[in-house]
C-alpha cells in the first residue's frame, strides 16, 4: 500500500484499471474541493479498486463508482495494526451497477450506535451494484450482532439499493447476514445495517406448513405470494403446477 502522512497533495482523484491501496496510518485525512472528487472506472473485465486503510477518508466533493460497463470498487479493509478504513463523503455517492463497495467487519463495528465506515452528507445516495461483507480474522459472528455499514443524512425513493450482497467467509453454522435498510426518523436520514440472526428464523417463525400434493410437478415458483387478504406478508410461499 501507498503510505500515506499527510493531506493528499492533489484535489481530484480518476482510477483507472488496477487496485490502489492507501494506509493513512491511522490518521483521518481530507480530500478534494468540491466538484467531482473520486470517480473510479475501469475497463471490461478490469476493475478499478481504491482501498483504504487505517483511517477515514474525509471527501468534499462527489464519488463517482462505476459508469456504463466499466467497473470501479471502494475497499475498506484493516492495515497491519488492525486499524479501518472509512470513508465520509460531502457530497454525492453515486455507485452504478459495475460499482462494488467492500467492508471488512471487525469487533470494534459491532452495536447499533457505532459509526458507520460510510458516512454520506449534504447529497442523496444513489445505490446500485455489489456491497461485499468480509469478516476480519479476529471477528466470529454472534446471533444478534448488529453492524452499521453506511449512513446518510437524506435519503429518497431515488436512493436504490444494492442488487447484489456478497458474503465471501463462511459464517458459525446455523447463522447468516441479512441486510436492513433503516430510515432513521432523523432528518429523512437512513443507515444500513448488516445483522446476524439464526437460519431458522430466514423463513419465518415456527414450524413450516406441509401439504400432499398428488401428479407429476411441471413447474415450481417460490415468491411472496402474500397471506389470506391477498397481501404480502414477507414471507416465501412455494407454488406448485402438476400435470396427472
Same mark, same amino acid.
Request: charged share 20%.
Given at each position: 500500500?501507498?503510505?500515506?502522512?499527510?493531506?493528499?497533495?492533489?484535489?481530484?482523484?480518476?482510477?483507472?484499471?488496477?487496485?490502489?491501496?492507501?494506509?493513512?496510518?491511522?490518521? $483521518?485525512?481530507?480530500?478534494?474541493?468540491?466538484?467531482?472528487?473520486?470517480?473510479?472506472?475501469?475497463?471490461?473485465?478490469?476493475?478499478?479498486?481504491?482501498?483504504?486503510?487505517?483511517?477515514?477518508?474525509?471527501?468534499?466533493?462527489?464519488?463517482?463508482?462505476?459508469?456504463? $460497463?466499466?467497473?470501479?470498487?471502494?475497499?475498506?479493509?484493516?492495515?497491519?495494526?488492525?486499524?479501518?478504513?472509512?470513508?465520509?463523503?460531502?457530497?454525492?455517492?453515486? +455507485?452504478?451497477?459495475?460499482?462494488? =463497495?467492500?467492508?471488512?467487519?471487525?469487533?470494534?463495528?459491532?452495536?447499533?450506535?457505532?459509526?458507520?465506515?460510510?458516512?454520506?452528507?449534504?447529497?442523496?445516495?444513489?445505490?446500485?451494484?455489489? =456491497?461485499?461483507?468480509?469478516?476480519?480474522?479476529?471477528?466470529?459472528? +454472534?446471533?444478534?450482532?448488529?453492524?452499521?455499514?453506511?449512513?446518510?443524512?437524506?435519503?429518497?425513493?431515488?436512493?436504490g439499493q444494492f442488487s447484489i450482497v456478497l458474503i465471501n467467509d463462511s459464517l458459525p453454522e446455523g447463522l447468516y447476514i441479512k441486510i436492513i435498510y433503516i430510515d432513521d426518523g432523523r432528518?429523512?436520514?437512513?443507515?444500513?445495517?448488516?445483522?446476524?440472526?439464526? =437460519?431458522?428464523?430466514?423463513?419465518?417463525?415456527?414450524?413450516?406448513?406441509?401439504?400432499?400434493?398428488?401428479?407429476?410437478?411441471?413447474?415450481?415458483?417460490?415468491?411472496?405470494?402474500?397471506?389470506?387478504?391477498?397481501?404480502?406478508?414477507?414471507?416465501?410461499?412455494?407454488?406448485?403446477?402438476?400435470?396427472?
Amino acid at each position: 500500500p501507498i503510505l500515506v502522512d499527510q493531506d493528499f497533495p492533489f484535489s481530484e482523484m480518476f482510477i483507472g484499471p488496477g487496485s490502489y491501496s492507501f494506509d493513512l496510518q491511522g490518521t $483521518d485525512r481530507t480530500f478534494g474541493a468540491g466538484q467531482e472528487a473520486i470517480n473510479l472506472q475501469g475497463v471490461p473485465g478490469i476493475i478499478a479498486e481504491l482501498k483504504l486503510r487505517g483511517g477515514i477518508l474525509y471527501v468534499d466533493g462527489e464519488v463517482h463508482n462505476g459508469e456504463g $460497463d466499466l467497473p470501479g470498487k471502494i475497499a475498506l479493509v484493516s492495515n497491519e495494526t488492525g486499524e479501518m478504513g472509512g470513508i465520509h463523503v460531502d457530497g454525492l455517492y453515486m +455507485q452504478r451497477e459495475v460499482g462494488e =463497495l467492500l467492508i471488512e467487519i471487525n469487533t470494534a463495528m459491532i452495536g447499533i450506535e457505532r459509526p458507520a465506515p460510510v458516512q454520506i452528507s449534504s447529497s442523496i445516495p444513489l445505490l446500485d451494484g455489489v =456491497l461485499e461483507l468480509i469478516l476480519d480474522d479476529g471477528y466470529v459472528p +454472534q446471533d444478534g450482532d448488529i453492524i452499521p455499514l453506511l449512513s446518510s443524512e437524506l435519503i429518497d425513493q431515488n436512493s436504490g439499493q444494492f442488487s447484489i450482497v456478497l458474503i465471501n467467509d463462511s459464517l458459525p453454522e446455523g447463522l447468516y447476514i441479512k441486510i436492513i435498510y433503516i430510515d432513521d426518523g432523523r432528518d429523512a436520514g437512513g443507515t444500513i445495517y448488516a445483522e446476524v440472526d439464526l =437460519l431458522t428464523n430466514l423463513f419465518g417463525y415456527g414450524e413450516p406448513s406441509s401439504e400432499n400434493v398428488t401428479g407429476i410437478a411441471s413447474d415450481v415458483v417460490a415468491a411472496d405470494f402474500g397471506s389470506n387478504t391477498r397481501t404480502a406478508d414477507g414471507f416465501d410461499d412455494l407454488a406448485v403446477t402438476t400435470t396427472d
